[in-house]
């Protein structure tokens, strides 16, 4: 760096070399894009010499991208190589293995986002045990004492609500012009969202908890507890911008991925590219709207310990996790609610071979034949309840128990179709056989 022309210079002319061959363009090429930023203004267009900071914000921002792009084509790629070529089979198991909740001594911006992806996670979580479990109940008239559990609702509204939310604050400090920091960006939140029950800082916390919170450090309080982040380097790693001089040169790459994870339709786009905390919002989004058209099923792992050592278990440690993870209130909703639920149409379609009343055809409403169908099993009445819509079966021996007797059945029913089977052919032949009697 000059510091009296203030112009930068490649120091390491064999380390350029060796970057440009392996992008696959000239050295020249890459030196300009490192050194210089085109600003177009009124249709002209002007190139400008970086300053000594943002030439390393623009060579750390082109490592970034390269890295990400590349970890981004090799994904497509396995996708694409894992997908199913057979375009009849619809079904599919995925699994999603998640962050996991992250508390560290010094908290940045990966995270918050990390913590944040968590607390949507286990907002879905919510939605599709503890209070959808519930909703039901009601729904379907059934006598049902309510689970209280915490819903955590207000965090994720905390941090991804337009115009209001942390993210929404953190793009605008991104956007704007003037004298922009990490301060300012601190500054903002606590004016914004210094009332909110789940966020803290040494600005707006009381005399007690100013003492545990430094003067660039924020608080939420998630659901799976308090966490203390550092604001510095938030604005600059959510403005993680690459400089269109740098995307044209990776654009003209004869490296093929290369030219696929920087195409140059990208720089016909005039629109300000989005920031890293949005493109994660909207990523998760993307996620959880796949996971909501899905019947996802939970491994919860508890971490024993802190030491990474078998068979020890700290219980402070357990319990904390235990309790964060809504595990208490959905193993309550579990025990006091109903294994299995189906509706009357399909449960009698495929049980009502079990009563004579129901076999072959029952020509009532399919409630009441549930009830006959039921009757004639033998239920007992804290088994079972009877809702607007569905039979709830509370125990699931009670359905091993009828699915046992009904491969029974199955084969009493395939014993029967083979002497009619048999008594058919039989027939036609004794017929045969008269006919060339006679």
């Known amino acids: 760096v000059d510091a009296h022309r203030q112009t930068v210079t490649a120091k390491d002319q064999g380390q350029v070399e060796t970057a440009a061959t392996l992008i696959g363009c000239k050295k020249e090429s890459l030196v300009r894009a490192l050194t210089n930023r085109t600003i177009e203004a009124r249709g002209d267009k002007v190139l400008t010499a970086l300053t000594g900071d943002q030439a390393f914000y623009a060579r750390d921002a082109l490592a970034k991208a390269v890295y990400s792009r590349m970890f981004s084509w090799l994904v497509m790629q396995l996708n694409c190589s894992l997908e199913n070529q057979e375009r009849s089979r619809k079904s599919v198991i995925g699994l999603l293995d998640i962050y996991g909740f992250e508390i560290f001594q010094a908290n940045g911006f990966e995270q918050f986002c990390i913590n944040y992806c968590n607390e949507k996670l286990q907002q879905l979580f919510i939605e599709l045990t503890l209070k959808s479990e519930q909703e039901e109940y009601f729904k379907e008239g059934i006598e049902w004492e309510r689970v209280d559990y915490f819903n955590n609702k207000i965090i994720c509204d905390l941090v991804e609500l337009q115009h209001q939310g942390i993210i929404a604050v953190l793009d605008e400090e991104c956007i704007r012009p003037g004298d922009v920091s990490d301060l300012t960006f601190l ?31 924020f608080r939420l309080k998630h659901y799976a507890g308090d966490v203390t982040y550092r604001v510095k380097g938030f604005v600059e790693k959510n403005n993680d911008l690459l400089f269109r001089d740098l995307k044209e ?190």
């Open 187 to 217: 500054t903002k939140m606590n004016k914004l969202l210094g009332k909110h029950v789940h966020y803290l800082s040494h600005e707006t916390a009381n005399y007690e908890n100013r003492k545990f919170i430094g003067r660039e450090d």
């Open 249 to 438: 040169a990776m654009s003209v790459s004869p490296n093929p991925i290369l030219l696929t994870a920087f195409p140059s339709s990208e720089l016909q786009s005039q629109r300000r590219p989005v920031t890293a905390a949005t493109q994660f919002k909207d990523s998760l989004s993307n996620l959880m709207t796949i996971l909501v058209s899905k019947q996802p099923s939970y491994v919860r792992c508890i971490k024993p310990n802190d030491d990474k050592k078998g068979g020890i278990f700290d219980e402070p440690i357990v319990v904390h996790q235990v309790k964060y993870l809504g595990l208490m209130e959905n193993l309550r909703v579990r025990r006091a609610g109903f294994a299995y639920r189906r509706t009357y149409e399909v449960f009698l379609e495929r049980y009502k071979s079990l009563c004579k009343e129901t076999w072959p055809n029952w020509h009532g409403s399919p409630k009441e034949g549930v009830k006959v169908l039921v009757s004639a099993l033998g239920y007992l009445p804290e088994s079972h309840r009877f809702g607007k819509t569905k039979l709830f079966i509370r125990f699931p021996r009670t359905l091993f128990d009828i699915e046992d007797k009904l491969q029974e059945r199955k084969h009493g029913l395939a014993t029967t179709i083979q002497s009619e089977v048999r008594m058919h052919f039989a027939r036609q032949r004794f017929l045969r056989m008269k006919f060339a009697v006679t």
